[in-house]
Nanobody, 114 residues
């Protein structure tokens, strides 16, 4: 059974940092791409980043490029999203998603506010 569990969301001031975690089960993050999306109330879910399998690399939305870093720990079967230089417009619920199984996590709230 595929499962994704996000954590790490919090309230942070503008310019601050957070690291989100997505613990996977039922598949291996080494072998399947995992993406991060975010959603604010009343808006469509927005793609943020994809951590590709087998060290192909990571791709980012223009809005987060240079500030967010995706990574993978195969031993822990976990993907991460390091978010730096956070802005109020980064406020959203962040989800991880595995396209190969069409499965979403439950989301974690990130709020950037002074």
């Amino acid at each position: 059974q595929v499962q994704l569990v996000e954590s790490g969301g919090d309230l942070v001031q503008p310019g601050g940092s957070l690291r989100l975690s997505c613990v996977a089960s039922g598949f291996t993050v080494r072998d399947d791409h995992v993406s991060w999306y975010r959603q604010t109330s009343g808006k469509d879910r927005e793609w943020v980043a994809t951590i590709y399998s087998t060290n192909i690399g990571t791709n980012y939305a223009e809005s987060v490029k240079g500030r967010f870093i995706g990574s993978r720990d195969s031993a822990k079967n976990t993907v991460y999203l390091q978010m730096n230089s956070l802005r109020p417009e980064d406020t959203a619920v962040y989800y991880c998603y595995v396209p190969a199984y069409g499965h979403w996590g439950q989301g974690t709230q990130v709020t950037v506010s002074s």
